[in-house]
């Protein structure tokens, strides 16, 4: 059922942005009365789903769900209608329009894919507000994993700045030292200011693994998984675990330190219940775990919430689209950066669709997928034939130079951009495909 939850949310949210888009080239065509022939969601290579007529339009949807399009008279696109551009031009056609036109109807998409992730976040913000842990009530400091033990960072330690900026947002600190890569992060611990100096060399590593700090949550319990053992021992709700096998635990990275080497054992596990402290025996699963959870971030900790008039709403919500586009530009320059091997990690279709929660949340629906409009208008604007960026790249030799590239030409840099995508998709798909079997 979660995985069908995940596939609803990925096949709507992915309509909308390519609806959106497509219309940010249709409207501003409209403007500049240039005909458009045909308005797809989806591609329809061979038949349609649907379609209908309603002026010089086709409206129609494909099925072959990777995107969409909109046909433009007199232009070389993905339909590479070479009958057509064989013809005198139209008053109509695109080709015969003034570059700097032709050039608004192609960044129209990217454009519309920037304001509607705006819209999205300030209607969020205004409709739920904004929730977050302050860095300075992460009272209990950071888990560390054996990347940031080896940098230098212990348990416990409370981030203070991070190249001498303070850092208000708990979550964003390992995003702030991944994207700005920090070398030099100021903790608190036992009281005292201690400077930690992050080498260039340990930086891929750090790439690879965004996790490597956390933040350190108690070890108590809040509810069970199903045949928990834990539960079948007989410990309850608000228990918190001190020890097990006579080691000392007081925090979940701790409780999973312990237990990571005990799977299908059986353990002794002490825990504090009412000022009295209790001990079972149990034994763990195939993974190691002894099935529960603990609190939400609301049951330990004092969150921050903010809210929203709808005035308010829009600016923070300007600033929240470019800020995530901001750091997502930065995001694409290390997947471009080869010391990071992080184009490993690029993934298609079904790393899209983890995102979405197994749940229907239209909190996170909305979120996630004014991100991905983003991240759609980013992609989409890259200097790659096919691709709008590519039509932009042209247009903008040509604005300067004066100089139009030949129809011929424009012709084989379709077709290399075309192949250049459909080789992107096949590796990004192919990486999401070697994933699943591989776990």
């Given at each position: 059922?979660?995985?069908?939850?995940?596939?609803?949310?990925?096949?709507?949210?992915?309509?909308?942005?390519?609806?959106?888009?497509?219309?940010?080239?249709?409207?501003?065509?409209?403007?500049?009365?240039?005909?458009?022939?045909?308005?797809?969601?989806?591609?329809?290579?061979?038949?349609?789903?649907?379609?209908?007529?309603?002026?010089?339009?086709?409206?129609?949807?494909?099925?072959?769900?990777?995107?969409?399009?909109?046909?433009?008279?007199?232009?070389?696109?993905?339909?590479?209608?070479?009958?057509?551009?064989?013809?005198?031009?139209?008053?109509?056609?695109?080709?015969?329009?003034?570059?700097?036109?032709?050039?608004?109807?192609?960044?129209?998409?990217?454009?519309?894919?920037?304001?509607?992730?705006?819209?999205?976040?300030?209607?969020?913000?205004?409709?739920?507000?904004?929730?977050?842990?302050?860095?300075?009530?992460?009272?209990?400091?950071?888990?560390?994993?054996?990347?940031?033990?080896?940098?230098?960072?212990?348990?416990?330690?409370?981030?203070?700045?991070?190249?001498?900026?303070?850092?208000?947002?708990?979550?964003?600190?390992?995003?702030?030292?991944?994207?700005?890569?920090?070398?030099?992060?100021?903790?608190?611990?036992?009281?005292?200011?201690?400077?930690?100096?992050?080498?260039?060399?340990?930086?891929?590593?750090?790439?690879?693994?965004?996790?490597?700090?956390?933040?350190?949550?108690?070890?108590?319990?809040?509810?069970?998984?199903?045949?928990?053992?834990?539960?079948?021992?007989?410990?309850?709700?608000?228990?918190?675990?001190?020890?097990?096998?006579?080691?000392?635990v007081q925090f979940m990275?701790?409780?999973?330190?312990?237990?990571?080497?005990?799977?299908?054992?059986?353990?002794?596990?002490?825990?504090?219940?009412?000022?009295?402290?209790?001990?079972?025996?149990?034994?763990?699963?195939?993974?190691?775990?002894?099935?529960?959870?603990?609190?939400?971030?609301?049951?330990?900790?004092?969150?921050?919430?903010?809210?929203?008039?709808?005035?308010?709403?829009?600016?923070?919500?300007?600033?929240?689209?470019?800020?995530?586009?901001?750091?997502?530009?930065?995001?694409?320059?290390?997947?471009?950066?080869?010391?990071?091997?992080l184009y490993k990690e690029?993934?298609?279709?079904?790393?899209?669709?983890?995102?979405?929660?197994?749940?229907?949340?239209?909190?996170?629906?909305?979120?996630?997928?004014?991100?991905?409009?983003?991240?759609?208008?980013?992609?989409?604007?890259?200097?790659?034939?096919?691709?709008?960026?590519?039509?932009?790249?042209?247009?903008?030799?040509?604005?300067?130079?004066?100089?139009?590239?030949?129809?011929?030409?424009?012709?084989?840099?379709?077709?290399?951009?075309?192949?250049?995508?459909?080789?992107?998709?096949?590796?990004?798909?192919?990486?999401?495909?070697?994933?699943?079997?591989?776990?």
């Amino acid at each position: 059922m979660e995985v069908l939850v995940k596939v609803v949310q990925l096949i709507v949210s992915l309509s909308i942005l390519v609806i959106v888009h497509e219309f940010g080239h249709f409207i501003l065509a409209k403007l500049f009365n240039t005909r458009v022939e045909k308005f797809y969601l989806f591609f329809n290579p061979g038949f349609s789903l649907f379609r209908f007529r309603k002026g010089e339009t086709e409206y129609g949807m494909g099925w072959l769900p990777l995107g969409g399009y909109v046909k433009i008279s007199g232009m070389i696109d993905e339909s590479m209608d070479k009958d057509q551009m064989q013809k005198p031009p139209q008053p109509h056609e695109f080709r015969s329009k003034p570059a700097w036109q032709r050039l608004l109807i192609m960044v129209g998409g990217v454009i519309m894919n920037f304001l509607l992730a705006v819209l999205i976040y300030a209607s969020v913000l205004f409709a739920w507000g904004e929730q977050y842990l302050p860095a300075d009530n992460a009272r209990y400091g950071i888990a560390a994993d054996s990347l940031a033990e080896r940098i230098g960072f212990q348990d416990g330690d409370k981030i203070v700045s991070v190249e001498g900026k303070s850092v208000t947002r708990f979550n964003e600190i390992p995003k702030t030292i991944l994207l700005e890569k920090a070398n030099q992060v100021t903790v608190e611990r036992n009281g005292e200011p201690r400077q930690i100096y992050i080498p260039d060399s340990l930086y891929s590593k750090i790439v690879n693994n965004p996790g490597f700090i956390s933040l350190r949550i108690p070890s108590i319990i809040e509810g069970f998984s199903e045949d928990s053992p834990a539960r079948q021992a007989g410990l309850q709700p608000g228990d918190r675990i001190v020890k097990v096998n006579g080691n000392d635990v007081q925090f979940m990275d701790q409780l999973r330190k312990v237990l990571s080497d005990k799977k299908n054992e059986k353990i002794s596990v002490s825990v504090k219940r009412e000022g009295e402290t209790k001990s079972y025996s149990l034994r763990t699963t195939q993974e190691g775990l002894i099935g529960f959870y603990a609190g939400s971030l609301e049951e330990h900790f004092q969150l921050e919430n903010k809210r929203y008039s709808f005035i308010a709403a829009v600016p923070a919500g300007i600033d929240k689209g470019i800020e995530t586009m901001s750091e997502y530009l930065k995001q694409l320059g290390l997947i471009f950066t080869p010391d990071t091997e992080l184009y490993k990690e690029v993934g298609g279709f079904i790393t899209i669709g983890k995102i979405f929660p197994g749940s229907w949340s239209w909190y996170a629906f909305w979120n996630l997928t004014a991100f991905l409009s983003i991240i759609l208008g980013i992609l989409n604007i890259l200097p790659i034939p096919a691709l709008d960026g590519g039509h932009v790249m042209f247009l903008v030799y040509e604005i300067v130079s004066g100089q139009k590239p030949s129809e011929k030409f424009l012709e084989y840099a379709q077709i290399a951009g075309m192949l250049i995508l459909f080789s992107i998709l096949i590796y990004a798909n192919g990486n999401d495909i070697v994933k699943l079997f591989s776990n």
